[in-house]
């Protein structure tokens, strides 16, 4: 596997990137990328300059797609997509394409990486509850109940610093995770 920036030029690669936004948010978060011509205007536009627009390919195949988005003057970084084929989940693609963004967002000087996962299909213990019950309460006793990514991203490092409750509707919150990628 070989991870390289996606180019502007490479048509190909960046229809193979659209369909695995399209195939791999299909279940969980089908209103996501619907369409391939909405996964196209996501990858055309996570190719402007300042951003970060990484893939992980097996010979001539995406496999994986990763981008970062600055924020806060650069010193913070949003991850924002991470997709992997379903046949290659498993296997290590997600925690290298993290690790390269890492390195990415740590060798331009940004000092944090966030991002936001949703629950919108009850799949963790914040999701159909009323958060602002006992919120850090609820945060620190999350529990994953059907495979979350939530669990994918704390495995790398990353903490729950805050939950957007109701970000999807009554009781489908967004969980925001950060991890520092460089020291102070």
């Known amino acids: ?7 502007p030029d490479a048509e190909a690669a960046i229809v193979q990137a659209a369909q695995l936004l399209v195939e791999g948010f299909r279940e969980h978060w089908p209103n996501a990328w619907p369409t391939l011509e909405a996964a196209l205007d ?15 390919m097996l010979e001539e195949t995406v496999v994986g797609w990763i981008g970062g988005i600055p924020q806060y003057d650069g010193h913070v970084w949003e991850l924002h997509p991470l997709v992997v084929r379903a046949d290659a989940r498993g296997c290590g693609i997600g925690r290298a394409l993290v690790e390269d963004l890492e390195a990415q967002v740590a060798a331009r000087g ?45 495995r790398l ?7 957007v ?13 950060a991890k520092r990628v460089q020291s102070r």
């Open 1 to 7: 596997m070989v991870i390289c920036d996606l180019r």
């Open 42 to 56: 996501e990858v055309r536009e996570c190719l402007s300059a300042e951003r970060i627009c990484r893939i992980a």
């Open 110 to 154: 940004g000092l944090t990486i966030y991002l936001g996962t949703d629950d919108e299909d009850d799949m963790t213990t914040l999701s159909g509850v009323d958060l602002y019950d006992d919120l850090w309460g609820r945060i620190a006793h999350i529990q994953n109940l059907k495979g979350h990514p939530y669990s994918f991203y704390a």
């Open 157 to 163: 490092g990353y903490s729950i610093v805050g939950v």
């Open 165 to 177: 409750p109701d970000a999807n509707g009554p009781g489908k919150p967004d969980i925001c995770m």
